[in-house]
């Protein structure tokens, strides 16, 4: 199932969460993470050993908003492409083209 933020110009009837809302529970997770950030790094300035300081777990990490396995499973089926070159295939091919124009030449010298 997709978030309703991935809906949010497809379907004019969903509604999505406030702005205020996302921003407090953003706000909330942040500064969970940084307390418990401060909390390790003050009981290693303590002197506890760093084999014995209990690291935060899967708690620890934020939530993620889309499915990992789908995600791979779509992207497996486009092609990779370069993301910054614009008119990549025209530009290949040209470059093939002026290739194959510099062999013919060199051959034929």
Do not use: Y
């Not at 969970?32 to 506890?48: C, D, K, M, W, Y």
């Amino acid at each position: 199932m997709q978030s309703p933020g991935g809906q949010r110009h497809r379907n004019s009837e969903v509604v999505l969460p406030a702005t205020v809302d996302q921003r407090a529970h953003v706000r909330g997770d942040r500064n969970r993470i940084n307390s418990e950030l401060h909390f390790v790094t003050e009981q290693l300035s303590a002197g506890v050993e760093p084999d014995d300081v209990l690291e935060p777990a899967n708690e620890f990490k934020p939530e993620r908003h889309h499915d990992a396995e789908r995600g791979m499973t779509k992207a497996a089926g486009r092609p990779q492409r370069h993301w910054k070159v614009k008119d990549w295939k025209r530009r290949t091919n040209q470059r093939l083209a002026r290739i194959r124009a510099q062999r013919l030449i060199t051959e034929q010298s």
